[in-house]
Each structure stands twice: as C-alpha cells, then as structure tokens.
T-cell receptor
Framework: KAGVTQTPRYLIKTRGQQVTLSCSPI?????VSWYQQTPGQGLQFLFE???????NKGNFPGRFSGRQFSNSRSEMNVSTLELGDSALYLC????????????????FGPGTRLTVL | GQSLEQPSEVTAVEGAIVQINCTYQ??????LSWYQQHDGGAPTFLSY????GLEETGRFSSFLSRSDSYGYLLLQELQMKDSASYFC????????????FGGGTRVLVKP
C-alpha cells in the first residue's frame, strides 16, 4: 500500500506570496491532518479533515487554510507569506478521527520544506 | 486546554536503557501515543496506550498512568539507529479531540 505523499517536497517563496501544498493520504484513510514543524516550536497542529469536513483547527491565523476533496486528498494554502512561515509542513492520514485505539495512528508524509525569503 | 512536557535531550551509550517521560495537563484524553522521527525524516508511530499500564513492543515499551498524569517511553538495548527525536501525543477531548504533540525529546546514542 502506498504511503502518504506530499507535493512539492521543497518550495522557496518570497514574503507576500501565497502557496498551496498538496497531500494524498493512504488509500482508504478518510482523515487528513496538517502540522507545522519548526526547530523552536516542535509539531504544531494546523487542521484536521474528515470526509471533506474540517473537524479541528489549531491556533494559526486566518492566512492558513485548507480543504479536503471527495477522494480524501487535501490541500493547505498559506496566503501573504511571512518569514516566520518557513517550516516543514507535514501531512498525516489515519483511518478514523476520534476515539480510542490504533485507528487514530497517524501516518505521516515526507513533508514539504517551505522557505520564505 | 492541554500541555505535554518532555525533556529536550537525552544522551546514552549503546546497549543502555533510556526512559523518556511525558507529563501532561488535560482534563480528559483518549490515549497516549509515541512517535519517532529521525533527522530529515517523517514521524513514525511507535506505540499507543489506551489504558494504564505497560505496553511492550520489542525493545520499546510505553507506560501510562492516568492518575499521575504521566507516561513514559522506555528504550532498551539502545542501538545507534535509535538516535532520533521522540514525541508523545494525546488526543484531548477537552480541546475538541485535537491531536497535540509534546515538544519532543532528542535521543543521542553514543558508541
């Protein structure tokens, strides 16, 4: 079974631009989550989607948005990029979103390394 | 709200045992998970404790005590390939079931 894929793997943008990152979950997984990882802040939760609905959102400004399509693929968008948005953006998929047990196990993609100049 | 605290770094030699503690503050959560991340790689799932007690998976074990708001990951017979960052995580019911990660513990294994 193919793993979680993310595109692009690397991206360089300048301040003020916008960016769209893509994530394809493992086949059969309906939950997709996004995280921002930086050396100083660790793994910060951005949002979580399940069956095209945003179920949870982290404490990020409105410049960060996302969506999920009917095939469970997800995109996140960052508008008006700032230098501080430079980070590794990780996408993870899982079978279920809520509850106990191994169904919540997150399978991470390789990430998109975003550099804002 | 919730907060998960982990030590930032641990150093040990090959063959040793390392315990990574994770203390948390949350009014209710589903279970405690652990993830491993090598430099340049993606986090990978290691273990999940739904109930209090010890879960063993090969050289790695994980423990949870809800009454003490505490859990740990135990790495035994350390190998060089265990050098990585380890994160604990909970899905916090009080925070809308968001999955929250601790800051991560960097484990450095020396020969």
């Amino acid at each position: 079974k193919a793993g979680v894929t993310q595109t692009p793997r690397y991206l360089i943008k300048t301040r003020g631009q916008q960016v769209t990152l893509s994530c394809s979950p493992i086949s059969g997984h309906r939950s997709v989550s996004w995280y921002q990882q930086t050396p100083g802040q660790g793994l910060q939760f951005l949002f979580e989607y399940f069956s095209e609905t945003q179920r949870n959102k982290g404490n990020f400004p409105g410049r960060f948005s996302g969506r999920q399509f009917s095939n469970s693929r997800s995109e996140m968008n960052v508008s008006t990029l700032e230098l501080g948005d430079s980070a590794l953006y990780l996408c993870a998929s899982s079978l279920e979103i809520v509850g106990q047990g191994r169904l919540n196990e997150q399978f991470f993609g390789p990430g998109t390394r975003l550099t804002v100049l | 709200g919730q907060s998960l605290e982990q030590p930032s770094e641990v150093t040990a030699v090959e063959g040793a045992i390392v315990q990574i503690n994770c203390t948390y503050q949350t009014s209710g959560f589903y279970g405690l998970s652990w993830y491993q991340q090598h430099d340049g790689g993606a986090p990978t799932f290691l273990s999940y404790n739904a109930l209090d007690g010890l879960e063993e998976t090969g050289r790695f074990s994980s423990f949870l005590s809800r009454s003490d708001s505490y859990g740990y990951l135990l790495l035994q017979e350390l190998q060089m390939k265990d050098s990585a960052s380890y994160f604990c995580a909970v899905r916090d019911r009080a925070a809308g079931n968001k999955l929250t990660f601790g800051g991560g513990t960097r484990v450095l294994v020396k020969p």
